[in-house]
């Protein structure tokens, strides 16, 4: 099993695209909303080698196995492909 998760500020407009697409798609999905957390957002982009905001994450629920969808362009072009519809099997 998986789920989204969407990481960003309430006040972005990009950020607030990714999470209606996420549910217009009826996703399972978190929205992370870190606009006081300034350390932690630069943390997140480090580890995911992102510069802006959202951070779209694939992550498994049963282990730390994890995808880096990437921002909110990445996002819609993963779900226009249909690669939100793949095979929910476990990771190697």
Not at 20 to 36: H, K, T
Not at 37 to 49: A, R
Not at 68 to 78: M, R, S
């Amino acid at each position: 099993m998986y789920y989204y998760q969407i990481i960003g500020f309430g006040s972005c407009i990009w950020c607030q695209r990714a999470n209606q697409l996420a549910s217009q798609e009826c996703l399972p999905y978190v929205a992370s909303w870190i606009e006081n957390s300034p350390d932690l957002l630069e943390w997140h982009k480090t580890n995911y080698g992102m510069k802006t905001v959202p951070i779209v994450l694939k992550l498994h629920t049963g282990g730390v196995s994890f995808e880096i969808i990437g921002g909110y362009t990445d996002f819609k072009e993963y779900i226009d492909q249909g690669l939100h519809f793949e095979s929910d099997t476990n990771p190697e």
